[in-house]
């Protein structure tokens, strides 16, 4: 195991979830009696886990007492089942929610990358039809959405997602190498900013627990979204009042900055955008320092 995931693991503990006791890796920041308008709750993306927010932690500890991180059922270092969990974007809100009631979480600002987009949006729904759960007492206070497939139809999937997303998906779990899963992080991610290192980490963090032979079972959140997204999820969005901010890399390969307009002109129009220039799809981990000088002004 590499140094970085070592060190990563010291700074959390597992929760159990569930019937099946499936272990939840996660960890939080500071302050633990912070005042939910200093709370900030992180959601990961896919292929990703909690370690994609490493390099912005400290740049949101200026703006947050408390910072929130967890890895989803399949991810990072949770447990990665086979049976008795879908991988269903509600099963994964599910999982956010009880980290959170775990550490005592009332309330908080939550922000999202990626798949943790559509898991924030599961939970944004909730809390529009009045379905939160009775101890989270003061709610959400804000959303920050960064470049995720929140518009399904907008986005450019990568041949090897089509392909996990197919009947043939299976087949896919003793194909995966290191070599093609680095030009399709690379090739999403939509610039050259995205260092070998953190390629080699997220394949690192998958490779845990077998997971790189179980990417066809996680991917299928996208499903979902095909579902639900303009019978639940864009509905939601468009229905709250809580302050919302569209945070995007205009470099997107995938998740392209198109969805970033479509979402605040037709979903979101009272939403802030920040469109960040020149920055990619895994934009905190490609350029942590601009990704932060962006974020940060919405909570101002």
Not at 76 to 96: C, H, M, R
Not at 120 to 133: D, Q, S, W
Not at 179 to 206: C, R, T, Y
Request: aromatic share 12%.
């Amino acid at each position: 195991m590499l140094k970085e995931i070592e060190e990563w693991k010291k700074e959390g503990i597992w929760i159990n979830y569930g019937p099946y006791n499936h272990q939840v890796f996660a960890m939080q920041y500071g302050d633990t009696n912070a005042h939910v308008d200093r709370t900030l709750l992180l959601i990961h993306g896919f292929p990703e886990s909690s370690y994609s927010y490493h390099a912005v932690i400290d740049g949101l500890s200026s703006r947050f007492d408390r910072i929130i991180l967890l890895d989803m059922l399949g991810y990072g270092l949770s447990d990665k089942p086979i049976d008795n969990y879908t991988y269903s974007l509600f099963e994964q809100a599910d999982v956010v929610l009880s980290v959170w009631q775990h550490f005592g979480v009332t309330g908080g600002h939550m922000l999202s990358h990626d798949m943790g987009d559509s898991v924030a949006t599961e939970i944004v729904a909730r809390h529009e039809n009045g379905l939160m759960p009775a101890w989270f007492t003061e709610g959400l206070q804000s959303l920050t959405f960064t470049n995720g497939s929140m518009v399904l139809s907008l986005a450019k999937l990568r041949i090897t997602q089509k392909i996990l997303l197919s009947s043939y998906g299976h087949v896919m779990k003793n194909l995966t190498t290191y070599k093609i899963f680095s030009q399709q992080v690379k090739s999403a991610h939509g610039n050259p900013n995205l260092d070998d290192q953190d390629v080699k980490l997220l394949w690192e963090f998958n490779r845990l627990q077998e997971g790189t032979q179980k990417t066809y079972l996680t991917i299928k959140y996208l499903n979902d979204r095909k579902r639900f997204e303009t019978t639940r999820w864009l509905p939601a969005l468009a229905q709250t009042k809580l302050p919302t901010h569209i945070c995007w890399g205009d470099q997107d390969a995938v998740a392209r900055v198109e969805m970033a307009y479509y979402l605040k002109e037709n979903i979101c129009k009272e939403a802030k955008l920040t469109i960040m220039k020149g920055l990619g799809h895994f934009c905190q981990l490609g350029s942590p320092k601009k990704w932060v000088e962006h974020v940060l002004p919405f909570y101002e």
